[in-house]
């Protein structure tokens, strides 16, 4: 099946431009408790661009989240249709994946996007899996600092922050993933009923943001976004 591949590269590797930091989102939009809709107030409190990778799912659940952020000036990634990893998938299923995720983002803004970004769910793919969205003219978005936050529960946002401004301050610069969502609405309703204050429960990242954020700015970062193609 060929090696593990992971999105988690240096900074160097990211061609990242050294002194900046960027905020990625994976698993949204999420309209529980108004989360994603939180966050982009925060981020448009402080001027900063940022990417949302949107779940196919979720996009159809909330379609005028999906506008909301592409109105605001972020960048739009295709995070496949459903919650199951990439790594997990075969060919077929991957591809499916990745069109049905691209179709309902489509469907929600009411026209094509571009540029064509994609984020692998779960953060590990295999070489077919790169083949086949690089055929469909998608590029990915790496990662080079990230803090796990999908499995901990805000009583563990301070470990959060700790993480991600310890890794930022190691590279002097990169790119963050955090998760405005938790894979797919309909299971992230399911286990919030079980555990409302698990790690399901998305509401504190916002909070959370505005945190790093004012980190960030104190220690000399630029955080209001630049060209998408340095990720390249």
Same mark, same amino acid.
């Given at each position: 099946?060929?090696?593990?591949?992971?999105?988690?590269?240096?900074?160097?590797?990211?061609?990242?431009?050294?002194?900046?930091?960027?905020?990625?989102?994976?698993?949204?939009?999420?309209?529980?408790?108004? *989360?994603?809709?939180?966050?982009?107030?925060?981020?448009?409190?402080?001027?900063?661009?940022?990417?949302?990778? &949107?779940?196919?799912?979720?996009?159809?659940?909330?379609?005028?989240?999906?506008?909301?952020?592409?109105?605001?000036?972020?960048?739009?990634?295709?995070?496949?249709?459903?919650?199951? !990893?990439?790594?997990?998938?075969? *060919?077929?299923?991957?591809?499916?994946?990745?069109?049905?995720?691209?179709?309902?983002?489509?469907?929600?803004?009411?026209?094509?996007? *571009?540029?064509?970004?994609?984020?692998?769910?779960?953060?590990?793919?295999?070489?077919?899996?790169?083949?086949?969205?690089?055929?469909?003219?998608?590029?990915?978005?790496?990662?080079?600092?990230?803090?796990?936050?999908?499995?901990?529960? +805000? #009583? +563990?946002?301070?470990?959060?922050?700790?993480?991600?401004? #310890?890794?930022?301050?190691?590279?002097?610069?990169?790119?963050?993933?955090?998760?405005?969502?938790?894979?797919?609405?309909?299971?992230?309703? #399911?286990?919030?009923?079980?555990?409302?204050?698990?790690? !399901?429960?998305?509401?504190?990242?916002?909070?959370?943001? @505005? @945190? &790093?954020? &004012?980190? !960030?700015?104190?220690?000399?970062?630029?955080? *209001?976004?630049?060209?998408?193609?340095?990720? #390249?």
């Amino acid at each position: 099946m060929g090696p593990l591949r992971s999105i988690k590269v240096n900074r160097q590797a990211a061609a990242f431009p050294r002194g900046a930091v960027l905020f990625t989102f994976d698993d949204g939009p999420n309209r529980r408790g108004d *989360t994603t809709e939180r966050l982009l107030e925060v981020l448009r409190r402080y001027g900063i661009r940022a990417c949302f990778a &949107l779940l196919g799912e979720n996009a159809e659940h909330s379609p005028h989240l999906v506008r909301l952020i592409r109105d605001e000036g972020h960048l739009i990634i295709n995070h496949g249709y459903g919650d199951r !990893f990439t790594l997990f998938l075969k *060919t077929g299923d991957f591809v499916r994946s990745l069109e049905a995720g691209e179709e309902a983002i489509i469907r929600a803004l009411g026209v094509p996007y *571009t540029p064509k970004y994609f984020r692998p769910q779960g953060g590990i793919f295999r070489d077919h899996h790169r083949t086949a969205w690089e055929a469909r003219g998608y590029r990915m978005i790496p990662v080079t600092a990230r803090a796990y936050d999908a499995v901990l529960k +805000e #009583s +563990e946002r301070p470990l959060v922050i700790r993480r991600l401004v #310890s890794a930022v301050e190691k590279d002097r610069g990169g790119v963050i993933l955090l998760h405005d969502g938790r894979d797919s609405q309909l299971l992230m309703e #399911s286990r919030l009923q079980r555990n409302p204050r698990g790690p !399901f429960n998305r509401s504190w990242i916002p909070a959370a943001v @505005e @945190e &790093l954020i &004012l980190s !960030f700015q104190t220690r000399g970062y630029q955080l *209001t976004g630049f060209h998408w193609d340095a990720l #390249s």
